[in-house]
C-alpha cells in the first residue's frame, strides 16, 4: 500500500514560481513511477509530467506535457521518499488541482487509469 500527501500549494503571480512535494510513505520509488496529473474547474484531469527512479547510470527518466515542458521539473529524492514539481513562470491556466500519483509499473503512462495510488490533490491559482 502506497500513501501519498501532496504540499506546497498557493496563490502566485503569473511569472511566480511554486514547488510541489509529495511525500510517499509505506513503499520506496525502486519499481514505481511517479506522476502529477492536475484537474482545472470543469475540466478532464490531465497528465503533467512523470519520473521513473533511475536503475543504472544513466539517471533518472522524465516526461513532460507539451504544455509545460521547459517550465516544469520533476525530481525525486530518495532519501525522503518524496517527488518534486518545480513549476516557473507559472501562467493563469496552470490554475488547478495538482495530483500526485503512483503506480508499480515497467514504464512512463500519459494515461490517468495508468495510475492506482492517488493524493489528496493541492491547489494551485496563478493570478494575471
Known amino acids: 500500500q502506497v500513501q501519498l500527501v501532496e504540499s506546497g500549494g498557493g496563490l502566485v503571480q503569473a511569472g511566480g514560481s511554486l514547488t510541489l512535494s509529495c511525500a510517499a510513505s509505506?513503499?520506496?520509488?525502486?519499481?514505481?513511477?511517479m506522476a502529477w496529473f492536475r484537474q482545472a474547474p470543469g475540466k478532464e484531469r490531465e497528465f503533467v509530467a512523470a519520473?521513473?527512479?533511475?536503475?543504472?547510470?544513466?539517471?533518472?527518466?522524465?516526461y513532460y506535457s507539451d504544455s509545460v515542458k521547459g517550465r516544469f521539473t520533476i525530481s525525486l529524492d530518495n532519501a525522503k521518499n518524496t517527488v518534486y514539481l518545480q513549476m516557473n513562470s507559472l501562467k493563469p491556466e496552470d490554475t488547478a488541482v495538482y495530483y500526485c500519483?503512483?503506480?508499480?509499473?515497467?514504464?512512463?503512462?500519459?494515461?490517468?487509469?495508468?495510475?492506482?495510488?492517488w493524493g489528496q490533490g493541492t491547489q494551485v491559482t496563478v493570478s494575471s
Open positions: 519520473i521513473v527512479a533511475a536503475i543504472s547510470w544513466s539517471g533518472d527518466s522524465t
Open positions: 500519483a503512483a503506480d508499480r509499473r515497467a514504464g512512463i503512462t500519459t494515461r490517468r487509469n495508468g495510475y492506482g495510488y
Open positions: 509505506g513503499r520506496t520509488f525502486s519499481g514505481y513511477v
